[in-house]
T-cell receptor, first 113, second 111 residues
């Protein structure tokens, strides 16, 4: 069974630029999550999708972050404009249903200069 | 109240020893407590999880001990091996809600 795929793996941008991350969850997983993991901290949930609907985006900085999950499969997370404090690893995870047994992708490491 | 506090921040153990990582929480609505293991450059992977209706769960060399009254839970790694060297995160979920992760413990097992 293929795992959660993410791209790119690394990205370096200047502040105020925009960036987008892509995630392909495990086939058949209805729930998809985006987490932000700042160096030395645990992952923090940004947004959760159930199929193509948003379940929880309470911690998503909506003035600069946006996410979509078209057709209930792949998802993209966008930051526009980026700030220095957005430097982090962005993790995508998926699960069959609900919060338990989440499978994480390798993450995208973002550095904002 | 939504925080999960994890300690220690880093841990060095000799091969064959016992690694112990502790977590504490405040929110009594938490009812699912997983532990994740993360290797450098990889995403976290579920290691073992427990619900508050049991005080201990064991899977191979990994054991979760849960103390509901003290609102604490811990991960014990028996016979620690160099391959166990990774960052470990505890987490908690309130009644089907989102996972709240601890700050992580970087474990190094020396040969």
């Amino acid at each position: 069974e293929a795992g959660v795929a993410q791209s790119p793996r690394y990205k370096i941008i200047e502040k105020r630029q925009s960036v987008a991350f892509w995630c392909n969850p495990i086939s058949g997983h209805a729930t998809l999550y985006w987490y932000q993991q700042i160096l030395g901290q645990g992952p923090k949930l940004l947004i959760q999708f159930q199929n193509n609907g948003v379940v929880d985006d309470s911690q998503l900085p909506k003035d600069r972050f946006s996410a979509e999950r078209l057709k209930g499969v792949d998802s993209t997370l966008k930051i526009q404009p980026a700030k220095l404090e957005d430097s982090a690893v962005y993790l995508c995870a998926s699960s069959v249903q609900g919060w338990e047994t989440q499978y994480f992708g390798p993450g995208t490491r973002l550095l904002v200069l | 109240q939504q925080q999960v506090k994890q300690s220690p921040q880093s841990l060095i153990v000799q091969k064959g020893g016992i690694s112990i990582i502790n977590c504490a929480y405040e929110n009594t609505a938490f009812d699912y407590f997983p532990w994740y293991q993360q290797f450098p450059g990889k995403g976290p992977a579920l290691l073992i999880a427990i619900r508050p209706d049991v005080s201990e769960k064991k899977e191979g060399r990994f054991t979760i001990s849960f103390n509901k009254s003290a609102k604490q839970f811990s991960l014990h790694i028996m016979d620690s091996q160099p391959g166990d060297s990774a960052t470990y995160f505890c987490a908690a979920s309130p009644d089907g809600g989102k996972l709240i992760f601890g700050q992580g413990t970087e474990l190094s097992v020396k040969p």
